[in-house]
């Protein structure tokens, strides 16, 4: 119980407290669609992708989470359409969420593209007090039996890409609102850049970051570093914390901030097929002997007609 109540602190700390309406990921650099209904089509292939996310384990009631995505390019390379859904669990909540995506696609430039894209979809979510380990009956203020309820999602972003450079921006639940159960998901915003440079013939560089915020408490923030070897071969690191950009007064102020650092790695097996692997090791002194693992594959469904793979293996 004392490492539940510091989870709760710790995720409270960094701007977490939103994990039961946005879900934690580290590999997102790999799939942005996770993020930003913009990014879809832009890997230009039809693409599908699968994560398991084990946040703290060997916690019980720490965050577990699972995301199928599918999207590419119609044929008129100008519009990209996609399906996403995730399972994201932690304690006694539970959010189930089903989007379809889809993103309309300007060239801007010789090599620059802008997409401007709609996630449209229904998030189930559910508290079940039995996983809660107390009794709630005699608490008026406390869900005693298990409740749920269907709320609608809708998310919205732009994204801007080159062969070397991108830059995306997006909101998330933009309409879900049902109170009958406190269940009241906030807006959250999202932008993320990173660009590739060539450190010689076989290696590129790779630095990115992501800012996350909900304005309820500490921006939360991302700053990636990556290596990619020959084409095929991603390694790198992410240092994840909170910073107060822009609101300093907030619950839980005094609480660390720093909240993780990443190793990662994402390996092409095969021009179509890619697994990934993310290790989070915790910076908060008491949990910081739970390891959080997050795995990923991919496969992508290569047209028979060459095609450039430059945009796909790097963002």
Known sequence: MKKILILIMTMLATGNLWAQHRPQYSQYIFNQLVINPAYTGT???LTVNLFHRQQWAGLEGAPNTQTFSIDGLTKNKRLGLGFHATRDEIHAQNRKNFTVDASVKLPVSADGVISVGLGAGVSH?????????VDVSGDPTLINQKETTFSPDLNIGVFYHTERFYAGVSITDLLGIDEDINYDPERHYFFTAGYVAD???????????????NFDGPSNVDFNFFFLFKERIWLGASYRTGINIFKSDFEGKGLNHRDAVVAMTDIYITPRFRVGYAYDYTLHNTLND???HEISVGYTFLRNQPTKMVTPRYF
């Not at 979510?125 to 380990?133: E, L, M």
């Not at 013939?201 to 996350?212: G, H, T």
């Open 43 to 45: 890997k230009e292939q």
């Open 125 to 133: 979510y559910a508290v079940d007090p039995s996983k809660y380990n």
């Open 199 to 213: 450190l010689g013939d076989n290696i590129k560089f790779k630095p990115s970051f992501l800012l996350k915020d």
């Open 290 to 292: 739970l390891a959080t």
